[in-house]
């Protein structure tokens, strides 16, 4: 063969040929350097052709093979094609996306080794209870390296504790922790060194789920692992990463999020202390990503827990995957290439042939859909281990007047919980002080100048700031319309939360949990630690909260402000506001007493709460689905949004009504709406505008969008940017 196609990160729906005579069937999936334009790219190898359709003279040729590391594995180019195909976006674009940002670059690799810590002879002798119980830190570093016969690296020691670099110093000091140089991708089949550290005895529940998973054996199955909160889920997983290991097998776990939940990963390190864990996600500097993504290609790792990127880590011995929280959105991607992990997951596992399972409390839609057909098996997990699910009650907020949003009923039901030396959670879905900055006398609210949407008051940095594009300003000392120096800030953010409870409660210990408060390095890592040493009796936070944590002295949750999703013009949100309340109200009563949850509404009687208080998600969701059937929405039809942007809204609807009379002319059974403006029609200075394209049949769609969106670009010109977004789950 005399010629390479490549793969390059262009955004060009084409493959890039080279004369690569040296290039063997071997290389496919190989990085290449080659010359493009004037400079000089990094490309990937996807076939060999003896001949190419360029004429002679512009076929240019390859600089060299990059033989550094594997090539992409075959299982991981089909995943790729499939990714481009199905999302419509650039096979280069998709596939160079899909490598660790150091293979993307230009130089080769030396052969780096990794850094890793382990405990000495001495080390291993140390009786814990001779150290201080208050080196809280040096005891879980001595705990976790217990744990692990192959030490740990760098990212995990930062995750432990902000401390814990000086604790392993000192630690090191004694001579009880060695650091080690080791290869970067040692070779090897994480079962040889197979060791299951026991759990806890599984419930009837989880006993039966287990059960039913094995008897169905190895082969692709879809499985929907429905569990209320604190169902223990987490358990379930960990026996069929068991099983899957004991055969020799790798296990990969997708989360919506690892930075807030590092405790999943300390658990799955524990358990399987003899195995290598390697974490993936977007908190890993380019050197720890790299290494752990060789770790998973190489074999060398057993297990992979990662966020949505890394659905497209090569596994060669893949044998198990869970997607935890499936329904969660950050699973989905939502610029560049929009795809979905836990789609691409399932794609995977068939492709494959091996069990998936996707865990949560409330699936979304398309999910439970999928197990009511049929199509997926569901299990069921409908109580909690060794606690009642919270009682949830509605506070009608009609009769009561309202302190700084708090009705009396939470106000004296978080007196009597701090009273039994309780906590209590004060949930509002809005970071800041106030939504909005307000002038009473001629109305003037606080908008951005960049978008369409409103400046959200920061009070604790004077500072007034945007949401969406970042824009900040000073606070303005008088109405900038009629000069008028009394504004008002209307409605709640978490900072009036705060300080309202910090007023009402003079000895209450409040502490504020949002993405402003966190933002620091290491500050959730604190601030999980004071609410687990009961240094904190009130916490008001975001959805940041709600996400599996387990705070065993939490017994109250509060809901301030849940009713403005009820009647939202998104179909998707009450989907969402259930979930997001279940997760919330999941936090509630996970230790000893049964917990309480109280709802602040005008709508009591609406059938989401209804449905929340009885906790039948199965109903509701059912409730939902005929309603999505009789309105012709998803899952029973398939979507696609092309979205435009454009300086003037003129320009990106034009681009949009050209692209609407286009796809009129393509024969099939698809429908194409009226382009209108994006749900938020301005954003950082750019005007938006949006046309929704569906049918009934997922292939008609599919080969309408092939056809249509490869004249999109010549229409869109300079002034437009354009993306299409297929399965969209913002309209
Ligand atoms: P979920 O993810 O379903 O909300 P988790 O997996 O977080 O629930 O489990 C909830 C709690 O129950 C955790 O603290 C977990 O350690 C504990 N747990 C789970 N299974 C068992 C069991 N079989 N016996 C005792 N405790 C368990
Ligand atoms: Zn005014
Ligand atoms: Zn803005």
Redesign the pocket.
Known sequence: MSFIRVALDVPLPTLFDYRAAAATRDDIGARVLVPFGKTIAVGVIIELASTTSLPPPRVRSVLSILRDVPPLPVDILGLLKFCSDYYHHPLGEVVLNALPTRLRRRQALKDEKAIRYRLTGTGLAVDAETLPRRATIKLELLRLLRATEAGIDEATLRAIAPRATAALKTMAGHGWIERVAVARAPPGDGASALRVVP?????DE?RAAVDTLRRAGTGFTPWLLH???????????LQLVADTLARGKQAMLLVPEINLTPQLEA?VRARFPGTLLVPLHSGLNESERLHNWLAAQSGAAGIVLGTRLAVFTPLPRLGLIVV?EEQDVSFKQTDGLRYSARDLALWRAKQRAISIVL?S?TPALETFHKALNGSYQMLA?TR???AMLPVIECIDTRREPLIDGMSQALLNALRITMKRGEQSLVFINRRGFAPVLMCPSCGWTSGCGRCSAKLVLHLKDQRLRCHHCGHQERIPTACPQCGNQDLKPLGQGTQRVESALARIFPAARILRIDRDSTRRKHAWHEMRRQIHAQEVDILVGTQILAK?H?F?QLNLVGVVNADSSLYSTDFRASERLFARLTQVA?RAG?GASRGRVLIQTEFPAHALYQALRRDDYPAFAKELLAERKQAGFPPFIYQAVLRAEASRLETALDFLKHAAREGAKIEGAVMIYDPVPAGMPRRAGLERAQLTVQSRSRPALHAFLGTWHVGLDRAAGRKVRWALDVDPLEL
């Open positions: 759990g806890p005895a599984l419930t989880q569990g209320v909160t604190g169902s223990g889920k987490t358990e379930v997983y658990l935890d865990g409390a997990l909690r281990v060794n599996g387990d065993p999941g996970r």
